[in-house]
């Protein structure tokens, strides 16, 4: 079955840097859009940034454009999440999820496989 697993989390100083990686198995990966999304508790999981299959193609939430880089090795089965200037508002969990769908889709029902989150604590 798929599986998606996340790691990288943690807990950082406000305009500091962690890199989120999501390992794939199960799936023939790069024919799969990837993206990453955010929730906090009592809210709505939130669009981060995603990442076509090939890799040629990223797109982000206003809210973490020009802080936040999404890439992918398709060799490795791996996606990534670069977050640079982190701010304490950023702190949540935040979930892997992979898509047969455009790369540009936001809403987490357009997203089929998900991991089971890793924590980032940004301190202010």
């Known amino acids: 079955q798929v599986q998606l697993v996340e790691s990288g989390g943690g807990l950082v100083q406000a305009g500091g840097s962690l890199r989120l990686s999501c390992a794939a198995s199960g799936l023939t990966f790069s024919r799969y859009t990837m993206g990453w999304f955010r929730q906090a508790p009592g809210k709505e999981r939130e669009f981060v940034a995603s990442?076509?299959?090939?890799?040629?193609?990223?797109y982000y939430a206003d809210s973490v454009k020009g802080r936040f880089t999404i890439s992918r090795d398709n060799a490795k089965n791996t996606v990534y999440l670069q977050m640079n200037s982190l701010k304490p508002e950023d702190t949540t969990v935040y979930y892997c999820?992979?898509?047969?769908?455009?790369?540009?889709?936001?809403?987490?029902?357009?997203?089929?496989?998900w991991g089971q989150g890793t924590q980032v604590t940004v301190s202010s």
């Open positions: 990442i076509s299959a090939s890799g040629g193609s990223t």
């Open positions: 999820a992979a898509s047969n769908n455009y790369y540009k889709q936001t809403l987490p029902r357009d997203w089929i496989h």
